[in-house]
């Protein structure tokens, strides 16, 4: 490596579709860590219950359910217009409104859990598992490439009969184990395009929980619209 660097050594070149995989993979992780970041983000934006969640997520336990800020709104509502009078058109209004809130914010939760379920954990299931046995195993390839230079090198350097046989060996097992690491490298690098359909496919459910999500909050503040009117 140290004479490849220095230019010094020859180099076995990956071929250019390989290495276009290699690129493929890295650019989706890059991209799907990204996403799933923002996601994040969009779900939960305070930075410290989010951290907080990533620190139970570690611990392998149960982070302690929250209120939103809906419900927090919600309970605010419904108490004063208790205390004013449920029998006052003020009053009135805030209870039905502070209990619109609260539904709410129950739906935010079903839609923030469905979408941990069926998109983050997913995405994210990439980033943290699969790239990595792919990260592995393209190390690994790199390796064995560096060990048929350095035969390569060797036979090269042979000088009596005995040791250019032996370096011819060598050459070959190198040979053969780059092969064979080139092919297992290949297949793990092509199943990323299975890893873009299964991602669509969280995508679409990720934007049917949005959707249902928002025709609900919708569908309750006309109905309270209605009411108030």
């Known amino acids: 490596f140290t004479e490849e660097t220095l230019g010094q050594a020859e180099k076995t070149e990956l071929d250019a579709h390989l290495e276009s995989l290699v690129a493929r993979a890295e650019k989706t992780k890059i991209w799907t860590d990204r996403i799933a970041q923002q996601t994040e983000v969009l779900l939960q934006p305070n930075p410290t219950v989010r951290i907080e969640g990533f620190l ?18 919600g309970e605010c509502m419904v108490s004063s217009g208790h205390d004013f009078g449920p029998g006052t058109s003020y009053g009135s209004a805030l209870i039905k409104c502070g209990n619109m809130q609260k539904k709410i914010g129950g739906m935010k939760k079903d839609f ?20 990595q046995i792919i990260l592995r195993e393209h190390r690994m390839l790199q390796n064995k490439r560096l060990d048929l230079d350095a035969a390569k090198s060797k036979l090269k350097r042979a000088r009596m009969a005995d040791a250019e046989s032996a370096a011819e060996a060598e050459l070959r097992s190198a ?8 092919e297992n490298t290949r297949l793990l690098l092509e199943g990323v395009s299975n890893t873009h359909s299964h991602h669509l496919h969280c995508l679409k459910d990720f934007v049917d929980a949005q959707s249902a999500y928002y025709a609900r909050c919708n569908q309750f503040t006309v109905d309270l619209q209605k009411q108030l009117a």
């Open 56 to 73: 139970y997520e570690i611990l392998e336990k149960q982070a302690p359910v929250r209120m939103t800020p809906h419900e927090y709104l």
């Open 175 to 182: 040979q053969n184990n780059f092969n064979q690491q080139v």
């Open 112 to 131: 923030i859990q469905s979408s941990v379920i069926s998109f983050l954990s997913p995405v994210k299931s990439f980033v943290k598992e699969d790239f």
